[in-house]
């Protein structure tokens, strides 16, 4: 039995607000929340996040890697250098074990 590898993209439109309180303005973070993923982009937007260019430059980093045979990568890729600041909350680790601050 193989196991499938799956990464997550979240929106959230208010950063002010604690991530498990927040929501994306339709789905609240506690129900988009997927146990187990990868990695979790937290991309500040409201329920059309892959829309945004955050979460489009993610999708790309990770369908790049996967076509050069990389199976992980670290949190930092997921960073998009132009987003800094206070609200951004770029990656969350799995299970928020604080990977980066």
């Given at each position: 039995m193989s196991v499938l590898a799956y990464r997550s993209i979240t929106g959230r439109n208010d950063p002010a607000v604690a991530l498990e309180a927040s929501m994306d303005g339709v789905v609240p973070y506690s129900r988009a929340y997927l146990e187990g993923a990868l990695s979790e982009l937290i991309v500040t937007s409201g329920h059309g996040v892959q829309e945004m260019p955050e979460?489009?430059?993610?999708?790309r980093r990770i369908l790049h890697?996967?076509?050069?045979g990389v199976t992980s990568l670290h949190p930092d890729a997921f960073l998009?250098?132009?987003?800094?600041?206070d609200d951004a909350t770029p990656f969350v680790?799995?299970?928020h074990q604080g990977l980066i601050n």
């Open positions: 979460a489009i430059l993610a999708v890697a996967n076509a050069a998009d250098a132009r987003k800094t600041g680790g799995a299970h």
